[in-house]
Nanobody, 124 residues
């Protein structure tokens, strides 16, 4: 049974930074793609970033390029999302997801496993 557990969310001011963590357990993830999605109230779940666990190649959504960085620590089975220059429009629940494909896909239907989400709120 695959488990993904996110942490690191919180309330910050515009311009601040946060780092989200996703601890993965239950399988060997070396061939997986790991990703972050986010969902604001009343809106659909949108792609933020993805990383191939084996190659470390990453992909980003247009709205976060240059501000967010996805990374992974193999020894800790953990994926991170470093978020800088946060803005109110970044407010959402952030979800960690895992796909058994090695492709850096950006659609929710391609992900097999999901975490419970962590809330990020950006407000002055």
């Amino acid at each position: 049974q695959v488990q993904l557990v996110e942490s690191g969310g919180g309330l910050v001011q515009p311009g601040d930074s946060l780092r989200l963590s996703c601890v993965a357990s239950g399988r060997t993830f070396s061939s997986y793609t790991m990703a972050w999605f986010r969902q604001a109230p009343g809106k659909e779940r949108n792609f933020v970033a993805a990383i191939n666990w084996r190659t470390d190649i990453a992909r980003y959504g247009d709205s976060v390029k240059g501000r967010f960085t996805i990374s992974r620590d193999n020894a800790k089975n953990t994926v991170y999302l470093q978020m800088n220059s946060l803005q109110p429009e970044d407010t959402a629940v952030y979800y960690c997801a895992a796909s058994t494909t090695s492709l850096l896909v950006a659609t929710t239907r391609n992900y097999d496993y999901w975490g419970q989400g962590t809330q990020v709120a950006v407000s002055s």
